[in-house]
């Protein structure tokens, strides 16, 4: 399988960007990713089979209008950004989340990238952290150096890795879904990530077997639906939402995060709002009223 390079780009709204890479150029690919391919797995509900092979990822992004979550979505990112000339380097991360006390290391539930050969000001090493597969996280590289960054309305912390030695740990903000990522300084393949996809996809452990999630970044903030529930992260103003019919969640998926799903049938929407909803019901009925 073939990469369609000038599908990918139009599914972002760039142009060809000709000439060599640079700093500004991956910022802009990097930025209209996280806007434009939500971060999703809804193929989890939905029963659908999908693997970590890159070309299949971008083929799913570019035909399908689909997203991903990280394997998917950094993964197609990669071959994009090769395609465009840039060093990237896939790498074995571990996402430690709000529940657990410690950093659980680079367990291979995530898969970072950095690219490098491209020193700026604020970046003479020229290497980068480049994550389109956080969900709620970066809208921008990061320079892969000890700092404190802002973007938007949140703050996140690069510094070493207390748990992979050599490595890194991007500590995310307060308002994000996740305490942080580590990642190994060693170059990963897919072989480093197809396991953790199996158990990520069918096992009832996982996260997006139980709840069905899709986030959006974009300069300002976050787009984030749990279940039924639709929320503005980075909006102190903002109020969830709660869709509680199916068409009003469907008109979401479409108009907030970029999901048509004109791949999926009547019948599987009807299938995959009813898993939706009633998961919704449990959640709700444990609520204090």
Known sequence: MDLDLDGYLGRLGIDHP????????????????????????????LGQVTTVDPYESADRIVRQRRGGYCYHLN???SLLLAALGYQVVWHRG???NRSQPTPPGATGNHLALTVCGLPAEECPSGNWLVDVGLGDALHEP?????????????????????????????????????????FRPSRA??????????????????????????QRRDASGVDALTGCVLRRLGDVNG???????????????A??????????????????????????????????H
């Open 18 to 45: 000709g000439g060599r890479p640079s700093v500004g150029g991956l910022r802009a690919l990097h930025t209209a990713h996280v806007e434009r391919v939500a971060y999703e797995a809804l193929h989890v509900q």
């Open 75 to 77: 993964g197609a990112f």
């Open 94 to 96: 571990g996402v430690q």
């Open 142 to 182: 990061l320079p892969l150096q000890d700092g404190v960054y802002q973007q938007g309305p949140f703050s996140y912390r690069l510094r070493p890795s207390d748990v992979e030695p050599g490595g890194w740990r991007l500590d995310h903000d307060a308002q994000g879904s996740f305490a942080g990522m580590d």
């Open 189 to 214: 393949t897919v072989d480093d990530f197809a396991e953790r996809h199996v158990f990520l996809c069918t096992s009832p452990e996982s996260g997006f077997v139980r709840t069905c999630t899709v």
């Open 239 to 253: 109020e969830p939402r709660v869709l509680d019919n199916q068409s009003e969640w469907y008109e979401a998926l």
């Open 255 to 288: 108009d907030v995060f970029g999901l048509p799903l004109t791949d999926v049938d009547d019948a599987a929407r009807d299938r995959l709002w009813a898993r939706v909803y009633a998961a919704h019901e449990t959640w709700s009925a444990g609520q204090p």
